[in-house]
């Protein structure tokens, strides 16, 4: 099976532009949640979307949003840029049926860098 | 409550010896606990996960411990190599359709074994 895929892989945007960032889940996985990764605070949670509607929320401000779609792709946008926006985004698939602890499998990640 | 503090931060071992890192929860309704390994340039890998009704679990040269009356766990790398150098994250999560389920990493650890 294919494994978690995210494009594009690094990202240069200014101060005040807006991002859109995409996920394609490993087939068969529902549930696609989002982390911001950086040096100073490890991962963070941002969102969990499963079915097309987001499930979970993390503590980040609404400039950060997401969808996923009927195929279970997902995409994160990220509105008026800030500096501290800069960092590693990481989509992650699993089954999403929450019945018991599921593993979650990272895509690469996409490097944002905000000048 | 939603913490997960993982110690120390970076760890250098020698080739053979054993790394420990160390990671500390507040919440008790967590359930699960993995530990993923991330190398340069890619995403993190679910390395090890256990769960609160055992003590320990086993991998290869990999070892979860748990207490849980202390709220603690940590891995164990047995004979460690340089080609375990990588940065390593715990998590803690809550499974079931409690509304609560996302990962909560720690800071993560950067591990370096020299040759």
């Known amino acids: 099976k294919a494994g978690v895929t995210q494009t594009p892989r690094y990202l240069i945007k200014t101060r005040g532009q807006q991002v859109t960032l995409s996920c394609s889940p490993i087939s068969g996985h529902r549930s696609v949640s989002w982390y911001q990764q950086t040096p100073g605070q490890g991962l963070q949670f941002l969102f969990e979307y499963f079915s097309e509607t987001q499930r979970n929320k993390g503590n980040f401000p609404g400039r950060f949003s997401g969808r996923q779609f009927s195929n279970s792709r997902s995409e994160m946008n990220v509105s008026t840029l800030e500096l501290g926006d800069s960092a590693l985004y990481l989509c992650?698939?699993?089954?999403?049926?929450?019945?018991?602890?599921?593993?979650?499998?990272f895509g690469p990640g996409t490097r944002l860098l905000v000048l | 409550q939603q913490q997960v503090k993982q110690s120390p931060q970076s760890l250098i071992v020698q080739k053979g010896g054993i790394s420990i890192i160390n990671c500390a929860y507040e919440?008790?309704?967590?359930?699960?606990f993995p530990w993923y390994q991330q190398f340069p340039g890619k995403g993190p890998a679910l390395l090890i996960a256990?769960?609160?009704?055992?003590s320990e679990k086993k991998e290869g040269r990999f070892t979860i411990s748990f207490n849980k009356s202390a709220k603690q766990f940590s891995l164990h790398i047995m004979d460690s190599q340089p080609g375990d150098s990588a940065t390593y994250f715990c998590a803690a999560s809550k499974g079931g359709t409690s509304g609560t389920y996302k990962y909560i990493f720690g800071t993560g650890t950067r591990l370096k074994v020299l040759a």
């Open positions: 919440n008790t309704a967590f359930d699960y």
């Open positions: 992650a698939s699993s089954l999403g049926t929450r019945e018991y602890q599921e593993t979650q499998y």
């Open positions: 256990i769960r609160p009704d055992v």
